[in-house]
């Protein structure tokens, strides 16, 4: 009896950013057979990342992860996504892993198989009935890094293709410190010139030993106001955790920093960041003796600014601010009290009349790490401060986690382009 065609998997597109979604669709099936789709990524940090779906092949022997529910496994409903988002290490992993990309000249290589049966574990000891592979980039094509090593800063440069000049944005991330690229790659393959700054570890490119002040903010914004292909006066800053903190404080006390407007994600206004860095760990430090540990002896800092301080001089004075500002809120946030600082924000910026500025979202059940589309959530990792590893719990639930991350996303670029790009703001 002559035999049929073999399964075909198709991935569309197979080359892409990483906030661009795909389709996958298997065909030349059996009808109605059970059919695992499985994605696996070998990460930066060389552990093995996996997720699943479970689905049933139609009449005709076709699987079509766009139209078609996943009726079980890593995910489940419509969502072929679900096959990024979902991921989480491989059986037998190391404790309190984050993906994470830490050389975006290269891609996440995504593989792609598709097995008889419903599967959840074993896969390396089955073939399967046909494979792909995917790239998923934080470049765009055209898209230039430049490692910039000049005024005692330690950060790197994404440009956009072409000429320019282009909206520029400050880039911070939050208190794990380094230099992390990821996500100004990707804004810059959505045209913005983006600048990712280090600022949080001592040892500066000047060898100081003690942490940055307002200066280094300042030589940071103007080399990106500066640079010939920029547009000096549509600057932004981006903040997350801590980050946000510096982006709110250099806003309203600093004479050089005069951006357009700002994203804060999970982020406070509490402890106010106006000069040394220092000053700012001594009095969250003030507040240790609030941390908590839960059963799974997992760090929850969430306490150490709160109850939010009535005293004014515990907070930046955002009735100063002069620029919008979206706030990016999980309300399941166990690292840092993000709702209550925003309601916070709202009551005095009521006060002093400039309230129209802020905008919040604000999302149910999600958590600390709200990061770029698709990205898998992670409820605790593990974190090092004072040269001690800690498991730190950052809070949400997977799906409306991911939900959460795809919609602010996408409101954040389109924040980004209404304030940076349009020609009715000032």
């Given at each position: 009896m002559e035999k049929g065609p073999c399964p075909l998997l198709l991935v569309h597109p197979t080359r892409g950013l990483l906030d661009e979604k795909f389709s996958v669709l298997v065909q030349n099936l059996p009808p109605v057979l059970d059919v695992t789709l499985q994605a696996l990524i070998h990460s930066d940090?060389?552990?093995?990342w996996e997720a699943f779906g479970h689905y049933v092949s139609d009449?005709?022997?076709?699987?079509?992860?766009?139209?078609?529910?996943?009726?079980?496994?890593?995910?489940?409903?419509?969502?072929?996504?679900g096959l990024i988002w979902s991921m989480r290490p491989v059986p037998g992993s190391r404790n309190g892993l984050r993906l994470r990309k830490h050389e975006v000249l290269s891609p996440y290589i995504v593989h792609i198989s598709a097995y008889k049966g419903h599967l959840s574990r074993g896969f390396k000891e089955q073939t399967a009935l046909a494979s792909v592979v995917v790239e998923r980039?934080?470049?765009?094509?055209?898209?230039?890094?430049?490692q910039i090593a000049e005024g005692g800063l330690i950060a790197t440069l994404f440009l956009p293709p072409g000429p320019g000049p282009f909206p520029g944005l400050l880039d911070l991330w939050g208190g794990g410190g380094g230099l992390v690229e990821y996500r100004s790659a990707l804004l810059a393959s959505h045209g913005y010139v983006s600048l990712a700054l280090e600022y949080l570890n001592p040892s500066t490119a000047d060898g100081s030993t003690t942490h940055v002040g307002r200066e280094y903010f300042e030589a940071a914004f103007t080399l990106l106001k500066q640079h010939p292909q920029v547009c000096g006066d549509r600057?932004?800053?981006?903040?997350?955790?801590?980050?946000?903190s510096v982006a709110l404080g250099m806003a309203v006390y600093s004479p050089v920093i005069q951006p357009r407007c700002l994203v804060c994600v999970s982020g406070s206004h509490v402890q106010p960041v106006k000069n040394s860095l220092d000053d700012v760990f001594a009095a969250i430090n003030e507040n240790v003796k609030n941390t908590r540990i839960d059963?799974?002896?997992?760090?929850?800092?969430?306490?150490l600014l709160l109850p939010i301080p009535k005293d004014p001089a515990k907070k930046v004075d955002v009735g100063q601010l002069q620029c919008p500002v979206l706030m990016v809120v999980g309300e399941d946030?166990?690292?840092?009290?993000a709702s209550e600082s925003a309601e916070d924000m709202r009551e005095m910026m009521k006060k002093a009349g400039n309230s129209e500025l802020l905008s919040v979202l604000s999302y149910p059940k999600a958590g600390h790490l709200i990061e770029p589309p698709y990205s898998p959530?992670?409820?605790a990792s593990n974190f090092i401060t004072g040269g001690k590893k800690l498991m730190v719990l950052w809070g949400g639930e997977t799906v409306p986690h991911c939900r959460a991350q795809e919609d602010a996303w996408k409101k954040t670029l389109a924040f980004l382009e209404e304030h940076l790009y349009s020609n009715s703001v000032r």
């Open positions: 940090d060389g552990d093995f009449s005709s022997g076709v699987v079509n992860a766009v139209d078609e529910a996943s009726l079980g496994g890593t995910y489940d409903g419509v969502d072929p996504m980039w934080y470049m765009a094509p055209g898209v230039r890094r430049v600057l932004a800053i981006l903040g997350l955790s801590f980050g946000a059963e799974k002896n997992q760090v929850i800092w969430r306490d946030d166990q690292n840092w009290p959530h992670v409820c």
